[in-house]
């Protein structure tokens, strides 16, 4: 017993010990977290901070992380921004606040949360007010914060557009800049990254910095596909080109998986093609032709009355020609020409024509409805993939072959897009090879079901696909990444990784923004 230092004396002692640090620990937080609110009332911003009914910073499109802030900044100009990040900047290391821009939280995995910190929501910036340069090479100026529907209405007032798009427009330019914005116009424009001429940003310093690929290119580069991890976007100089007034959109169905891909790339590779491309899978679907009754027209009605989608697996190619009244001739051929080229099962030929507006704002559509039943704000455990090309029929035959045999939650988007027409020097990460394909997992889970249509199941799912690219070695990047640890992102960005910490260093060195990526924690940047 002589060996044995824990007497009990001593245990009493250590004890007695711990409990008096803990709870000087446990003043220190509580002295800390009060402090902050008051802190933050200092700053003499044109806008305000709320510190009460904050929940709605808790919340996401995906309805499965809620992190409550301690403050919601409301700003009213980019000032108050810098401000903002500047005071939290002069706190130094040792205090754990941290700043998170929020978008329209159309995040899935907390992305735009800040647990215990400050949320700047975006949408309250409305400057600069949208301004127009209409020339040979027109652009708008918008808000960080800005709604792309918004930038739509606005443009089509003098007759321009944005060239790429997201497919739902109810989102910020801050927010979709962060990622990527991907659509089915991004075969021939790239990305929404790929369109932008200029960025404002608040760096994780507080200074605001104009950039661009010719001034302060390394932040400008970063920042695109930045995952929010260099800056806050307060404006950004968006290109545009001329608007068409209506669009034929058109669906046709496949059942065989290397007829439709063909398709896909012959369309995407082609000088005269449609101005968007896309393609879905449907699984198990009743009724699906009769489905798109309510919004399309069957070429052949009778054909396509004997169609049975019923326990099977299609694949459906989604295309839109936009056109103006005048040139309804010419368009119509033009389609007849392109559709003459492709092998799709004839019968399930279906056509629509809409207005430009309708076509680009038809995800918000389907959001009423799903309103209406209670049925948009249900936990969507998204999971987003980008896919080398030479590996999308490998990855087919398992996923829609096996893993999703039966049956999806939602739609499953597959479409292919041209690498080239991606800016390799921003912060996106793809895979090796020049055409790759972006699926879409779009899964909504029911909230009170423990079966296969709820989340534990759905999450278990989308495990199982991201086991197989990784055993199966596919050469997969996720879009939209969420990973658990920074080994995971290392493995993530690959050789990117160094030039990706470097910019956080150079940008962002207390690691101060957007801490719902879950990349670098405050205070451990290693480096
Ligand atoms: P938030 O969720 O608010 O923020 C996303 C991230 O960006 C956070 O880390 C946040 O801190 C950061 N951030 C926000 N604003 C700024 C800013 N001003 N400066 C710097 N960082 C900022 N994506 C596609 O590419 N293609 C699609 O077709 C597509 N369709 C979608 C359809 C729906 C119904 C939904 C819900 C999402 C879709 N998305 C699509 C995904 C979408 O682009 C991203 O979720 C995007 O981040 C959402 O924008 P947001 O304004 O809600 O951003």
New binding site residues.
Partial sequence: MSFNIFTHTNLLFIRSFMIMLLSFIAIQLNLCFSNIPSSLTTLNVNGHFSFTNNEFAAK??GNQYQFLPLAVLHPKSVSDIAMTVKHVWELGPSSTLTV?????????QG??QAHHGVVIN?ESLKTPKMHFEIGDSPYVDVS??ELWINILHESLKYGLTPKSW???LH??V???L??????GQAFRHGPQISNVHQLEVVTGKGEVVTCSAQQNADLFSGVLGG??QY???TRARISLEPAAQMVKWIRVLYSDFSTFTRDQEHLISSENTFDYIEGLVLINRTGLLNNWRSSFNPKDDDQASQFKSEGRTLFCLEMAKNFNPKKIVETNEEIESLLSKLNYIPSTLFMTEVTYVEFLDR?HTAEIKLQEKGLWDVPHPWLNLLIPKSKIHKFADEVFGNILADTSNGPVLVYPVNKSKWNNMTSAVLPEEDIFYLVAFLSQANPSSTGKDGLEHILSLNKRILDYCEEAQLGVKQY?PHYATQDEWRAHFGQRWETFERRKFAYDPLAIL?P??RIFQKGVLDL
Avoid: F
Wanted: aromatic share 4%; glycine share 24%; hydrophobic share 35%.
């Fill in positions: 996401d499109y998170a821009a929020r978008g329209h939280g159309h995040s899935i992305q735009a975006m960080g914060g997201t497919d739902y989102l910020t801050g927010g979709t962060s990622n990527a914005g991907i659509s995952l929010g800056g806050i976007i995800v939209l957007a719902g990526q």
